[in-house]
């Protein structure tokens, strides 16, 4: 079955970096989108940033400049450069994958910016 397994999130100071990773298992065919998403505490999930399968970037507002999508279609995975973190960045960041009509997400991984 598809599953996609996110790592990379942790604990870090305002000012720093991190890089997310997803990796997508169980894909016959090219996978379309993949993209990050984040839901902080009390909030909605909204989308961060997501990439056509040619690599075209879309990003949010409030993260154009500092965050930075890639993916490397064979080995189906999807990257988030993370730079000058905020304090409003904390949330657990969510991979989708959009495969054959159908989204996929991941578990989550905790992305914490605190002093």
């Known amino acids: 079955q598809v599953q996609l397994v996110e790592s990379g999130g942790g604990l870090v100071q305002p000012g720093g970096s991190l890089r997310l990773s997803c990796t997508a298992s169980g894909m016959t065919f090219s996978i379309d989108d993949m993209g990050w998403y984040r839901q902080a505490p009390g909030k909605q999930r909204e989308l961060v940033a997501s990439?056509?399968?040619?690599?075209?970037?879309n990003y949010a507002d409030s993260v154009k400049g500092r965050f930075t999508i890639s993916r490397d279609n064979a080995k189906n995975t999807v990257y988030l450069q993370m730079a000058s973190l905020t304090l409003e960045d904390t949330a657990v960041y969510y991979c989708?994958?959009?495969?054959?009509?159908?989204?996929?997400w991941g578990q989550g991984t905790q992305v914490t910016v605190s002093s």
């Open positions: 989708k994958a959009e495969y054959l009509l159908r989204d996929y």
């Open positions: 990439a056509t399968v040619g690599g075209r970037p």
